[in-house]
């Protein structure tokens, strides 16, 4: 099993670009999330979801979009790029048993974006 | 604004001391958990405590977390260089989502 992915690794973009960022997960878990990390501000919560075609917001989702069409895929999308969007971007997934979630998150391995 | 309080910041050592990692916050947490970063990759989980005065070990680390449930705090016996990386600790504080620390830069110098 792959776990989770994210493509790209690594994007340079200009002021007012827009970019998809893909996660994927081939867990089966139902949660996934968008994370952004920066310097001493640890990790914060963009959007997430809790199933299949449903979002919510985090704590920071201003200048962001998302969408979950299947399952296995959680899309974070900027549509006017801001240099203050220059940040790693991480997404997870966590799963839930018997109803009950267990808030463990299986992280992907980064994208780092800039924006110029 | 973190709702989770990790301290030191930044912590660097000798290979073989003993180190403490402290996470406070004021509000009381389902459970808390502890991650590991190491550069260019994603957090990893360590263990997950539940339980108030519930303490868990994992080879040179002992997890303890507070009979409150608002705090918590990693130790590492006899570090190594492997241990180095940024911990990170988290808190569930309802069934979807974590509250994350900024996370402790953790160097053991060999």
């Keep these: 099993n792959a776990g989770v992915t994210q493509t790209p ?7 007012g670009q827009s970019m998809t960022l893909l996660c994927a997960q081939d867990m089966n878990h139902e949660y ?16 997430y979801s809790v199933g299949e075609g449903t979002t919510a917001k985090g704590e ?7 969408s979950r069409l299947k399952k296995q895929n959680f899309l974070l999308g900027l549509e006017s790029a801001a240099p203050s969007q220059t940040s790693v971007y991480f997404c997870a997934s966590s799963y839930s048993y018997r109803g009950r979630s267990y808030n463990e998150q299986f992280f992907g391995p980064g994208t780092r974006l800039t924006v110029l | 604004t973190q709702l989770l309080e990790q301290s030191p910041q930044f912590l660097s050592i000798q290979e073989g001391e003993n180190l403490t990692v402290y996470c406070n916050s004021s509000s009381v947490f389902s459970s808390l958990q502890w991650y590991r970063q190491e550069p260019g990759e994603g957090p990893v989980l360590l263990v997950t405590v539940v ?8 080879k040179r680390l002992t997890f303890q977390f507070g009979d409150a449930r608002k705090d918590s705090s990693l130790h590492i016996t006899a570090a190594q260089p492997g241990d180095t990386g940024l911990y990170l600790c988290a808190g569930a504080w309802n069934d979807y ?11 053991v110098r060999a």
Excluded at chain 1, 9 to 15: D, G, M
Excluded at chain 1, 61 to 66: H, M, Q, S, W
């Design chain 1, 9 to 15: 690794k690594f994007r340079v973009l200009k002021t």
């Design chain 1, 32 to 47: 996934m999330y968008w994370y952004r990390q920066d310097p001493g501000m640890g990790l914060r919560l963009i959007h």
């Design chain 1, 60 to 66: 920071v989702p201003d200048g962001y979009n998302v």
């Design chain 2, 51 to 58: 339980t108030g005065g519930e303490v868990k070990k994992l």
């Design chain 2, 97 to 107: 989502k974590l509250s994350f620390g900024a996370g402790t830069t953790v160097t």
